[in-house]
């Protein structure tokens, strides 16, 4: 089945600093999509991106399906931002998830 | 206010037991998805219901059961069988046009097996 792998898997910041995220995946899907996991638990979705780039206030996403590669990008990064970032690519009505990238941004 | 709820927050069982974990939405969408997390992996799919009266089994179904008699409620029943159910539990909702582009998950309930 398609693979779906993440890096880094953990990434420590100061407050202010700018990361990329990236995502690649095995096959060619349907669609890709960022969520982010808060330490609770909650998972929201950032982003909608099957391909090009969109952009939303810090957080921008860019999709290149035909190299098979999503990135992240948080910009001023903020102690709010930290938790788990997941990318993850529908194939056949399913989600296939990554093992996230676990983002803490210290004070 | 819209949205999905997941009841309780955190569960105990012992070993041996069957336990069921709810799940309620209240957007009006007819798609409803249980993930099971693990620490440290991605969410897993365990069962999707499309519609009333139906669902499909996901990548792991081995050991869980569902039912969707009502469009609100989704619940899944963690069965004796199922080897190593200490896990993060996430139910998800997604309007039927759009399938598992737009999904909107609940809080989670965490179990721990005893």
Known sequence: ?107 | DGGITQSPKYLFRKEGQNVTLSCEQNLNHDAMYWYRQDPGQGLRLIYYSQIVNDFQKGDIAEGYSVSREKKESFPLTVTSAQKNPTAFYLCASSPADRGPDTQYFGPGTRLTVL
């Open chain 1, 1 to 107: 089945g398609i693979q779906v792998e993440q890096s880094p898997p953990d990434l420590i910041l100061q407050e202010g600093a700018n990361s990329t995220l990236r995502c690649n995946f095995s096959d060619s899907v349907n669609n890709l999509q960022w969520f982010h996991q808060n330490p609770w638990g909650q998972l929201i979705n950032l982003f909608y991106i099957p391909s090009g780039t969109k952009q939303n206030g810090r957080l921008s996403a860019t999709t290149v399906a035909t190299e098979r590669y999503s990135l992240l990008y948080i910009s001023s990064s903020q102690t709010t931002d930290s938790g788990v970032y997941f990318c993850a690519v529908e194939r056949n009505y399913q989600l296939i998830w990554g093992a996230g990238t676990k983002l803490i941004i210290k004070p």
